[in-house]
């Protein structure tokens, strides 16, 4: 079963730093773009980050750049966002997606998310 | 404040067909593919539409996707129940270099 499991989030204070990881199982990890997206409950999806599967891709929305790092190893078969300087605008539930065979941007594949809390 | 514009809104009764619209700009729609998710409440979003007008495996065909110019539609036929959803729009935007989302549209089956 083609399964994507994401851990790491919680509460932490503004300025502060979260890794969020997402664990991938039941397809060939190395070959898909990866994604990470946000939502705010009850509120819009919010694209965060993707990277291609050697890393030597990489892109940002304006509102994370400098602040956030995606990563991926391929041999663990996982997926990785470095979360530094988070704001409370931050706040969100975060979803890994694997993209289609064959495409960069068509997220085939959700994980259920993890939410991040960002709070004095 | 999204980049891609969608109803807030939209609704249908049963066996009903109803379109949902997606309006961008040449950076994103105009030059790229469109895709739609389906997010049922409490649930993480499916992909319904990939490439303007390719279904997802297993997407039945009363979903249909289509893109003129810098607009694109879902338009899903034979309305049921369980497609009472939140659906979001989404392209490659080049000239943000990322991922644009359309608002989301809230549909009802009345």
């Known amino acids: 079963e083609v399964q994507l499991v994401e851990s790491g989030g919680g509460l932490v204070q503004p300025g502060g730093s979260l890794r969020l990881s997402c664990a991938a199982s039941g397809f060939t990890f190395s070959s898909h773009w990866m994604h990470w997206v946000r939502q705010v409950p009850g509120r819009g999806l919010v694209w965060v980050s993707r990277i291609n599967s050697d890393e030597s891709n990489v892109n940002y929305a304006d509102s994370v750049k400098g602040r956030f790092t995606i990563s991926r190893d391929n041999a663990k078969n996982t997926l990785y966002l470095q979360m530094n300087s988070l704001r409370v605008e931050d706040t969100a539930v975060y979803f890994c997606?694997?993209?289609?065979?064959?495409?960069?941007?068509?997220?085939?594949?959700w994980g259920q998310g993890t939410t991040v809390t960002v709070s004095s | 404040q999204s980049v891609l514009t969608q109803p807030p809104s939209a609704s249908g009764t049963p066996g009903q067909r109803v379109t949902i619209s997606c309006s961008g700009s040449s950076s994103n729609i105009g030059s790229n593919t469109v895709n739609w998710y389906q997010q049922l409440p409490g649930t993480a979003p499916k992909l319904l539409i990939y490439r303007s007008n390719q279904r997802s495996s297993g997407v039945p065909d009363r979903f249909s996707g289509s893109k003129s110019g810098t607009s694109a539609s879902l338009a899903i036929s034979g309305l049921q129940s369980e497609d009472e959803a939140d659906y979001h729009c989404?392209?490659?935007?080049?000239?943000?270099?990322?991922?644009?989302f359309g608002g989301g549209t809230k549909l009802t089956v009345l």
């Open positions: 997606t694997r993209t289609v065979a064959g495409s960069s941007n068509a997220m085939g594949v």
């Open positions: 989404a392209a490659w935007d080049g000239s943000l270099d990322g991922v644009v």
